[in-house]
């Protein structure tokens, strides 16, 4: 079983600064994708930003130039720092790994429960 655990979330003032983690527990070989993404009241659940285990990353449009995708293989965690937060940013941030029993066979999603964030002056 796998499993995951998102942290960070919480009350932020407009134009501020917050850092969200998740770290995944569990027997595997290799999580090929971490990702973030977030779903607003009345919205779609939307992609926030991937990174693959090459390291390669994108960005949903909205967050991009603003939050930093980050993965530690090691400490198998995933990290998001969003600068310069705006109103819409709010919603509930869920990571997402793509977890690997065996190294390039199918690769199985995973979800965390989700961390709420709230951009509010």
């Known amino acids: 079983q796998v499993s995951l655990v998102e942290s960070g979330g919480g009350l932020v003032q407009p134009g501020g600064s917050l850092s969200l983690s998740c770290v995944v527990s569990g027997t595997f070989d290799n999580i090929k994708t971490m990702a973030w993404y977030r779903q607003a009241p009345g919205k779609q659940r939307e992609l926030v930003a991937a990174i693959t285990d090459y390291g390669a990353t994108n960005y949903g449009d909205s967050v991009k130039g603003r939050f930093t995708i980050g993965r530690n293989d090691a400490e198998k965690t995933v990290s998001l720092r969003m600068n310069t937060l705006k109103l819409d940013d709010t919603g509930v941030y869920y990571c997402?790994?793509?977890?690997?029993?065996?190294?390039?066979?199918?690769?199985?999603?995973?979800w965390g429960q989700g961390t709420q964030v709230t951009v509010a002056s």
């Open positions: 997402n790994a793509a977890v690997q029993t065996t190294r390039w066979l199918r690769a199985d999603s995973y």
